[in-house]
């Protein structure tokens, strides 16, 4: 069965800092992958997906990154944290018409 | 552009009771809608997903109905139980990459 994973589970870094956020699915190949954000009362935000290694599509301009070294792993960076980075992050992957989450991490930025 | 609305923010019902949430969409032109259920600090579970073509779909106590036309849906949960108390949020797919556009959700608590 295919699992999805996050980490870590919650982080706290102070303005400026980088971030590098993990995600990394098993159990099927070539998924599509995507980064969300979730703030505070507000839906998810797609902020970058993935069809397949090295290729990334940004939905939003802003100073995140996303990257895909291989075939299942997603990875989000920054390399300045901004207050407005705060938020619950969650990175899916797709199989046909389908997103599976997974359990996000909680990112607070003071 | 498309825009995906959910009424109310929050619902409060005592047990037992028959519920109905609401998701609205601005663009008829969608490939798929799907219900999730999100538990506090948690991710996403899907619940339902319904192709354009279709008009509702069930699993269990859900009842998912697709009105395009009209650019709603609704999430019928009958016979409530505290153990459904969750944020339910629906999207709406973008294109064939299914990309989703999310509505902000409603926060549902049922009372024991």
């Known amino acids: 069965s295919q699992t999805i994973h996050q980490w870590p589970a919650t982080l706290v870094q102070p303005v400026g800092s980088p971030l590098s956020l993990e995600c990394t699915v098993e159990?099927?190949?070539?998924?599509?992958l995507y980064w969300y954000r979730q703030a505070a009362g507000r839906g998810l935000q797609l902020l970058f997906y993935?069809?397949?290694?090295?290729?990334i599509s940004s939905e939003v301009p802003q100073n995140l990154s996303a990257s895909r070294p291989q075939d299942r792993q997603f990875i989000l960076s920054s390399k300045k944290l901004l207050l407005s980075d705060s938020g619950f992050y969650l990175c899916?992957?797709?199989?046909?018409?389908?997103?599976?989450f997974g359990p996000g991490t909680r990112l607070t930025v003071t | 552009k498309q825009e995906v609305t959910q009424i109310p923010a929050a619902l409060s019902v005592p047990e037992g009771e028959n519920l109905v949430l609401n998701c609205s969409f601005t663009?008829?032109?969608?490939?798929?809608l799907q219900w999730f259920r999100q538990d506090p600090g948690k991710g996403l579970t899907s619940l339902l997903l319904?192709?354009?073509s279709q008009r509702e779909q069930t699993s269990g106590r859900l009842n998912a109905s697709l009105d395009k036309s009209s650019g709603r849906s609704t999430l019928y949960i009958a016979a409530s139980q505290p153990g459904d108390s969750a944020t339910y949020l629906c999207?709406?797919?973008?294109?064939?990459?299914?990309?989703?556009?999310w509505g902000a959700g409603t926060k549902l608590i049922i009372k024991p």
């Open positions: 899916a992957w797709g199989a046909g018409y389908e997103q599976y």
């Open positions: 159990g099927t190949s070539n998924p599509n």
């Open positions: 993935s069809v397949g290694i090295g290729q």
């Open positions: 663009d008829s032109a969608i490939y798929n």
């Open positions: 319904i192709q354009s």
């Open positions: 999207a709406v797919s973008k294109d064939s990459n299914y990309q989703l556009i």
